[in-house]
């Protein structure tokens, strides 16, 4: 059995960037990326088209990056400004893909490689969409979660002040570089180095709090540091499927946030927040037949992932071999419990192997027949509830609880 576990990403933003990229040409560039997203209705709220206009994105993107596609070699490709300015331009306005500007933590060397994003410039359509989404007036307070290079906090500046804007980055290199990029464009909100699930203390209370990397668990720090009546907007995963864009409205008494997806955003872990899983399961494995055909199961797209992931949180799953060999494993996050389902014969008696006390193909067909039989509820249907008791996923309305 393999000893590393990784859930499916989503797949559509890969392709609306290519797609873009071959519909402009070679000819990429500010204004060509301000069509796309006028176009796309991602402009509408006449703030976002200034802010747009006013912040240089091309100042706040370093100039040797990564982009999120894969060479020749099965490695991400890396751009030099300095060796090839054209493409570098590309990258920066390309509206829907993202800048890697960092991998492995900062460790490692720059140049074509493999390794996990753990910073990056935000794709501009996801961005705009995001702050679509916040309800930001001029006088609201914000506090961002994640600053990186600093270029979404120049946004947010832009609509409510600097002097309105907090921001946490947890990586001090990153924080020093986006602290620089953010005075030289002549933006000086309040920066903090530090854990964002903290929150920022000691600050006053926000209006808006807004997260430019994923959670598990909406930590109550924010509920605490928010005002009554404001808004948390942070990207959601499980560890099986990371996709959801969740929207919290904290009540009057400032207790308690509850609020649906709005959509859907592939955004990076906080850090303490990444699926790792060591495994220890036992040696002894047991084998059954599976009910289903796996591919029903794990090749619905994203959505469907997101769905079944509400129902199995601390469940994640790779794919592994090819042709024939091909095969699917789940394993929990206690790392105690491993199944593995084999594609190519999975009608035969032993298709699925299981290690340790779970079962995890059983929950997960179990959560895609809960899925299937209620109509395949699209994402926008869950909602999620956040107060001292803890957190609770539900489907349509608050008291139908579908998950913790
Ligand atoms: C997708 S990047 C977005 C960066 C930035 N908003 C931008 O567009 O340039 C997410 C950022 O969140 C930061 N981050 C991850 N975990 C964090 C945490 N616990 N607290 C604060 N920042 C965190 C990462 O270091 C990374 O810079």
Redesign the pocket.
Known sequence: MDTSARSGEPGRWPSLASAFLSAAGQEVNRAVCREALVTAGLLREPWLARAFDNVDREAFVPSAVWLPVRDADGLWQFVDRNEDPAAWRRAVWNPYQSVVTQLDDGNGTPGPRAGDF?????ALDIVMRKLGHLDLTPGSRVLE????????TALLCERVGADRVVA????EQ?ARAGAARLKAAGYDPDLVVG???KGAPGREPSDRIIS??AVRRVPYAWIEQAEPDGVILTPFGTAYSNAGLLRLRVDRTGTRAQGAFVGEAA??W???ERPAVVLRVPEESRRRRSPIDPAQATAGGYLQDFAIGLQVPDVSFSHRGDGDERRVQFVDEAGTSATVVRYGDWWEDDAVTSWGPRDLWAEVTAAYAWYEVRGRPHITRFGVTVDGAGRRVWLDEPRRVVGA
């Not at 753990?118 to 935000?122: A, E, H, K, M, P």
């Open positions: 753990t910073s990056s410039v935000s979660i994640g600053y990186g290079s600093g270029y979404h946490v980055e947890v990586d990153l854990d964002g699930l430019t990397a955004y990076m906080i850090r303490s």
